[in-house]
């Protein structure tokens, strides 16, 4: 059915309906969370430390893995100094995620890509 169609469905049913139709699509087939599989695979792969292109990722991993002791640092907008301070102490074992395939790297979600240790931001 066309984005369109969908609408207009919806809109025949009225907003409890509509409310109701796009419930159940969502628990039937919710969408992807990228960044919490980021955060799972950070975890699952022993890393502590490492660098995100965007302050999304950055933030979004501390909140999805609070207790799993990820800390992850921008390469873009410093928020938190005490985060930065802590991976640039950890040079040598902080990982980069980038949005673009790298050299030795691994794709850790469908749109992330984590890569090894290399020299500061």
């Given at each position: 059915?066309?984005?369109?169609?969908?609408?207009?469905?919806?809109g025949?049913r009225?907003?409890r309906g509509?409310?109701?139709?796009?419930?159940?699509?969502f628990?039937?087939?919710?969408?992807?969370?990228?960044?919490?599989d980021?955060?799972?695979y950070l975890?699952?792969?022993?890393?502590?430390?490492?660098?995100?292109?965007t302050?999304?990722?950055?933030?979004?991993d501390?909140?999805?893995?609070?207790t799993?002791?990820v800390?992850?640092?921008?390469?873009?907008?410093w928020?938190?100094?005490e985060?930065?301070?802590i991976?640039?102490?950890?040079?040598?074992?902080a990982?980069?995620?980038?949005?673009?395939?790298?050299?030795?790297?691994?794709?850790?979600?469908?749109?992330?890509?984590?890569?090894?240790?290399?020299?500061?931001?």
């Amino acid at each position: 059915m066309s984005h369109s169609a969908s609408v207009a469905v919806l809109g025949r049913r009225g907003p409890r309906g509509a409310t109701r139709a796009l419930r159940v699509d969502f628990l039937r087939d919710p969408p992807e969370n990228n960044r919490q599989d980021l955060a799972d695979y950070l975890v699952a792969n022993g890393i502590q430390y490492g660098y995100a292109q965007t302050i999304w990722d950055v933030y979004s991993d501390r909140l999805l893995s609070p207790t799993r002791h990820v800390i992850l640092s921008s390469t873009s907008i410093w928020f938190v100094q005490e985060y930065e301070w802590i991976v640039q102490n950890h040079q040598s074992e902080a990982v980069w995620i980038t949005r673009e395939p790298c050299d030795g790297g691994t794709r850790a979600t469908d749109t992330h890509y984590v890569c090894p240790p290399r020299a500061g931001p």
